[in-house]
């Protein structure tokens, strides 16, 4: 146990941390999500995942000076109605106001008429890109 808390420390992305809390092992990274478990365990881990993103979107928004659309591009916000409802939970203080309908059928715009945020889910295939972009710096 004292070697998993470790770990989670130094992971900046927060996914191990996630992963522990949910109770999940490492292998399931890629089949199942936290919020997609049962038991206080996944909602503790949803929980962390949705203070995070607040943390994050909120310092960005402050950064850039306001927020006019959210993006959720892939893995677990893009793949679970349930996280991506608890992280524009905590945003709706930023104008963001959750179409369930929408967000339950993957959107792709998944916030309602009247946010003053538009928020989407945009599917992404992340390792196409990197693939592209490395090939483009490779070739003469």
Avoid at 13 to 31: S, Y
Wanted: proline letters at 4%.
């Amino acid at each position: 146990m004292r070697h998993a808390r470790r770990k989670e420390r130094r992971d900046d992305d927060g996914f191990r941390g996630r992963v522990w809390l949910a109770g999940a092992l490492p292998h399931q990274r890629r089949r199942s999500y936290p919020a997609e478990g049962k038991g206080p365990a996944a909602i503790a881990a949803v929980d962390y995942f949705a203070h995070a993103m607040t943390r994050y979107v909120g310092a960005y928004t402050a950064i850039c000076g306001g927020l006019d659309t959210l993006v959720v591009t892939a893995g677990i916000g893009g793949h679970s109605a349930s996280v991506r409802a608890a992280m524009c939970g905590t945003l709706t203080w930023l104008g963001v106001e959750l179409h369930e309908q929408a967000n339950a059928s993957n959107g792709p715009c998944m916030s309602t008429t009247d946010s003053v945020v538009a928020a989407w889910v945009i599917p992404t295939n992340e390792e196409l890109m990197t693939a592209q972009h490395t090939l483009a710096l490779i070739r003469p």
